[in-house]
C-alpha cells in the first residue's frame, strides 16, 4: 500500500495547499509534508488506512488526488506493476500518461507507453493510449473525466528535489458539479457571488469541519450552499431583500438537486443588517462565520491613491462594526474566514484594509494557515486583470 498521496494544485497553490493542510488537521490526520513544488504537493501518511476519509469532492483547491506507489532516485518504466495501475480481470484498458515538473518527460512518455502496452498485452488485454494534448505534458481534470480515466488508469509522474514519484490518479475536480451550482441555479448576479470554488476553501480554512456556519453578507447564498453540501447547519444574513429572496431560491433549488434535508430556510436566512448580529443570534452559537462583505464599488481602471484610501475607509468602518459582532454570536475559539479587499493602483502598488488593527480592536488573533511553511500572509485569491485582489484571513476568537 502507497504511504504518499499526491494532490495536484489549483489556480492558486499556495491557497490549494494551506486548504489540504487545513482540512487534514481538522480530521487529525497524521500526516508530514513530502515536498511542494508549484504544481502539487505530496503528503507523507503514518495511517495510509485513513485515504478514504479524503475526498476531492470536499476540496475546492485540488484537481487531482493520486495515490504514489513508487518513490525513487532514478526511474524506469519496468518498476511499475501493472496491478497497482490497472485491473487485471478486464479485457481492454485505456491509460494516459501525465508528468509533473519532469524535466526528461520527452523520454519517458514513450518509454512508459510501450512498457505498459507490452506489459498488458502479455496479460491478454487490449491497451488504449491517450495522449496529452499536444504541448502539454499533463491531462487536465477535464481530460480524465472526458477520457473515463478514472475506469481504467492515469499513470502520473511527480519530481521533486532529486525523487521521482509514480501514483494513479484515483480522483479528479469535477468543474462540471461547481459550473451547476454557479450557473446553473435559478438566480445570478455576479456582482453578489464569489466561485463556488472558493467558497469551498474558505470553509475549509476554518479548520472546522461540523456545527453551525454563518455567512453574515450573503448574497446568493454561494456560501450557504457549498456549506449545506459539506454537512453545516446554515444561517446566513444580508441587508438586500432581493438577494434573500434569491438565495432561498437558490437553496431550494439545491435542496431538490443534490436531495437535501432542507427546512425553515426562511427562518435561517435574514434580511437584516449584519452590523447586529449579536441580536438575531443571542440563543444560539455560531461555530464558524465565513463571508466575502462588500469589497467596494466596481473599478473601470486602477485607482489613484487617494480614490482607494477614501474606499479603503469606508470599509474599514464596515469591517470595524460587524466584527466584534461576529465576535459576540461564535463560540469560545470560534472561527472567521472573511476576504477583505486589497486595492490595485494606477502606480502599479496596491493599498489593503489594516486588517490586523481590526481584528485586534474586535477580539480576533489572526491564524496563518501555511504557519512553518510560508510566511504569506494574509493568502489572496485574484487574476492579473482584477482590479480588487480578494485577501482571504483566518482568524480566531480570542
Not at 502479455?122 to 481530460?143: F, Q
Amino acid at each position: 500500500m502507497a504511504n504518499y498521496l499526491a494532490f495536484v494544485l489549483g489556480k492558486n497553490p499556495e491557497l490549494s495547499v494551506a486548504e489540504v493542510l487545513a482540512y487534514l488537521n481538522s480530521r487529525k490526520i497524521s500526516f508530514s509534508v513530502t515536498t511542494i513544488e508549484k504544481e502539487f504537493l505530496i503528503i507523507d501518511f503514518h495511517e495510509p488506512s485513513r485515504y478514504p476519509e479524503i475526498k476531492i469532492d470536499d476540496l475546492g483547491g485540488i484537481l487531482k488526488i493520486c495515490p504514489v506507489f513508487i518513490d525513487s532516485e532514478n526511474f524506469l518504466p519496468s518498476m511499475i506493476k501493472i496491478e497497482n495501475f490497472f485491473n487485471l480481470s478486464k479485457k481492454a484498458v485505456n491509460f494516459g500518461i501525465s508528468m509533473y515538473n519532469v524535466k526528461n518527460w520527452h523520454e519517458l512518455v514513450p518509454d512508459i507507453e510501450r512498457y505498459l502496452k507490452s506489459e498488458l498485452r502479455a496479460n491478454k488485454i487490449k491497451a488504449g493510449y491517450i495522449k496529452t494534448p499536444e504541448s502539454h505534458v499533463a491531462l487536465t481534470h477535464t481530460d480524465v473525466i472526458n477520457k473515463k480515466l478514472l475506469e481504467d488508469s492515469e499513470v502520473v509522474v511527480f519530481f521533486s528535489k532529486n525523487r521521482y514519484y509514480i501514483g494513479k490518479t484515483d480522483s479528479v475536480h469535477n468543474p462540471y458539479e461547481f459550473q451547476k451550482r454557479d450557473v446553473g441555479r435559478p438566480e445570478q448576479r455576479a456582482i453578489y457571488s464569489i466561485p463556488p470554488r472558493l467558497a469551498k476553501i474558505m470553509i475549509n480554512l476554518t479548520g472546522i469541519k461540523s456545527g453551525i456556519l454563518l455567512d453574515p453578507f450573503c448574497g446568493m447564498g454561494t456560501i450557504l450552499q457549498e456549506g449545506v453540501l459539506m454537512g453545516f447547519d446554515i444561517r446566513g444574513v444580508d441587508l438586500d431583500k432581493n438577494c434573500i429572496i434569491s438565495a432561498i431560491k437558490n437553496l431550494g433549488w439545491l435542496k431538490k438537486e443534490y436531495f437535501l434535508e432542507l427546512k425553515e430556510l426562511d427562518k435561517k436566512i435574514l434580511n437584516k443588517d449584519s452590523k447586529n448580529l449579536s441580536k438575531y443570534f443571542e440563543k444560539e452559537s455560531i461555530d464558524l462565520i465565513v463571508t466575502e462583505p462588500y469589497l467596494g464599488p466596481p473599478l473601470k481602471r486602477f485607482p489613484p491613491k487617494k480614490e482607494a484610501e477614501d474606499i479603503l475607509k469606508r470599509i474599514d468602518q464596515l469591517y470595524s462594526q460587524v466584527l466584534p459582532e461576529a465576535q459576540k454570536v461564535l463560540k469560545p475559539k470560534g472561527r472567521v474566514c472573511i476576504i477583505s479587499p486589497r486595492i490595485r493602483l494606477d502606480s502599479g502598488s496596491t493599498l489593503s484594509l489594516d486588517m490586523k488593527k481590526i481584528c485586534k480592536n474586535s477580539g480576533f488573533r489572526e491564524i496563518n494557515p501555511l504557519v512553518g511553511i510560508s510566511n504569506t500572509f494574509p493568502l489572496t485569491d485574484s487574476e492579473d486583470r482584477h482590479r480588487i485582489i480578494r485577501e482571504i484571513n483566518v482568524l480566531e476568537k480570542g
